[in-house]
């Protein structure tokens, strides 16, 4: 069974430009979370969907924002990129909420 | 205040003895606790899960939930150079699978031969 897939692995992008990151579950699952993670700050939550609803937001701006789709794959996207962006974000999936988390390996996103 | 804390580390194990890894957090109302681990350059893993009070033993692994005192544990007993990872303590709030994950900041675990 292949794991959790994010694209694209690597993104520089210079500040102001926006960013739309792509994540496809391990197949079955229904869930998906995305986290930003950063040597300052650990690991922080972003968002948690769940049959394409959005079911938790994380303390970010409205810059910030995602979707998930009807075959359970999840975009996230970034407007308005700023220094502090940089990052790298992950993206997990479970069968269900509350459950197991599996994580890809990141999209490491620079901006200059 | 952020809602887990863990000592950031880095805590260091002679190999073969008890790795002691704590965790608070402050949401009276959390449930759910789980115990990742990140090795340098990795996504986390998946270690323990625990939802009622008291031990619960996975192999040479001990998580241990007091909810009273709204703390946490990870024992790692027979520590060897592989443990030597970060280990981040994780709570879902709330009482039911909706609740926010939030995480700690990771311990930071060296085994030295």
């Known amino acids: 069974k292949a794991g959790v897939t994010q694209t694209p692995r690597y993104l520089i992008k210079t500040r102001g430009q926006q960013v739309t990151l792509s994540c496809s579950p391990i197949s079955g699952h229904r869930s998906v979370s995305w986290y930003q993670q950063t040597p300052g700050q650990g690991l922080q939550f972003l968002f948690e969907?769940?049959?394409?609803?959005?079911?938790n937001k994380g303390n970010f701006p409205g810059r910030f924002s995602g979707r998930q789709f009807s075959n359970s794959r999840s975009e996230m996207n970034v407007s308005t990129l700023e220094l502090g962006d940089s990052a790298l974000y992950l993206c997990?999936?479970?069968?269900?909420?509350?459950?197991?988390?599996?994580f890809g390996s990141g999209t490491q996103l620079s901006v200059l | 205040q952020k809602e887990v804390e863990q000592n950031s580390g880095p805590l260091s194990v002679p190999e073969g003895a008890i790795a002691s890894l704590n965790c608070t957090y402050s949401d009276r109302g959390s449930q759910s606790f789980f115990w990742y681990r990140q090795y340098s350059g990795k996504s986390p893993e998946l270690i323990m899960s625990i939802y009622s009070n008291g031990d619960k033993e996975d192999g040479r692994f001990t998580a241990q939930l007091n909810k009273a005192s709204q703390y946490v544990s990870l024992l790692i007993r027979d520590s060897q150079p592989s443990d030597s990872a970060t280990y981040l303590c994780v709570v879902r709030e709330t009482t039911d699978s909706w609740g926010k994950l939030q995480f700690g900041a990771g311990t930071q675990v060296v085994v030295t031969p």
């Open positions: 997990a999936s479970s069968a269900r909420m509350g459950e197991k988390l599996f």
């Open positions: 969907y769940f049959s394409e609803t959005q079911r």
